[in-house]
């Protein structure tokens, strides 16, 4: 995070405060973590050569070979990192989005010249066989999984919208149990925000309107808990409903 802030100066992917990333520098850490996790460790790497197909975290069928064209039947073993408008400022300056988000597709022994890279009979990319010899990243291209990784972003953004107020709740309530109010009192409650809040005004008083904020979210969304747990379970079920791998035709033709 901080190479790629020192690197980046202008891009704003941290707050003037310098400890509050930008949504595209909370990417970068979600990244990083996934990263370390081994989120990324099962890349779909497909080879062919020869006439020949070998696939790891992939399946390939139907394989046809000819100087005008090779086609087959592709899926991969799960759907791409969606490519939103952060993943791609990110992808502008740093190469951390190819290394994590990978689908790499291989072919060997094609005559010199540039190739069209085509998804179901839709151009998605140009290569020169060099190039594909070589080896190209098609998880960001758009591809009938891209695609259909990027109908999680509205259901992502749903799905942060729901949350935040659960963990301004949460924090709202261990502050009044740190004041000693009693949790199954409301009023008691209420009582012991606000002299925290009264004491947050004092020098130095800069994160007072955001502890504000929270604590005005906390009551407006306190007796709200069972339709934001049940938005939450629905998003959820919705986004592993869309996580399902395509199985689509992928060609490549010479230019």
């Given at each position: 995070m901080t190479k790629i802030v020192k690197a980046n100066p202008t891009m704003g992917l941290c707050g003037p405060d310098r400890l509050h990333p930008s949504r595209t520098g909370h990417l970068i850490i979600?990244?990083?973590?996934?990263?370390?996790?081994?989120?990324?460790?099962?890349?779909p790497f497909l080879t062919i050569a020869d006439g020949k197909a070998l696939a790891v975290n992939a399946t390939v069928k139907d394989l046809t070979c000819s100087k005008e064209r090779i086609s087959f039947?592709?899926?991969?073993?799960?759907?791409?990192?969606?490519?939103?408008?952060s993943y791609c400022e990110l992808a502008a300056c740093s190469t951390l989005p190819d290394v994590?988000?990978?689908?790499?597709?291989?072919?060997?022994?094609l005559p010199q010249g540039e190739y069209t890279l085509k998804a179901d009979g839709r151009e998605i990319a140009s290569f020169t066989a060099a190039q594909l010899a070589k080896g190209v990243n098609?998880?960001?291209?758009?591809?009938?999984?891209q695609l259909q990784a990027q109908k999680l972003i509205p259901l992502m953004e749903a799905f942060h919208g729901n949350t935040m107020p659960l963990r301004?709740?949460?924090a709202c309530k261990m502050i009044a149990k740190q004041e000693k109010a009693d949790l199954n009192d409301l009023a008691s409650i209420d009582k012991a925000l606000d002299a925290w809040l009264e004491r947050c005004k004092k020098p130095p008083a800069h994160a007072y309107e955001?502890?504000?904020?929270?604590?005005?979210?906390?009551?407006q969304k306190r007796d709200q808990l069972p339709e934001l747990e049940k938005k939450i379970a629905d998003l959820t079920a919705q986004m592993y409903s869309i996580s399902k791998v395509k199985e689509f035709t992928l060609s490549i033709e010479p230019k």
């Open positions: 979600a990244l990083e973590l996934l990263k370390a996790f081994g989120a990324f460790d099962n890349v039947r592709y899926s991969p073993r799960t759907i791409p990192f969606p490519a939103d408008k994590v988000n990978r689908e790499m597709v291989k072919v060997v022994g098609i998880a960001s291209l758009a591809t009938p999984n301004k709740i949460a955001g502890r504000k904020q929270a604590v005005d979210i906390y009551r």
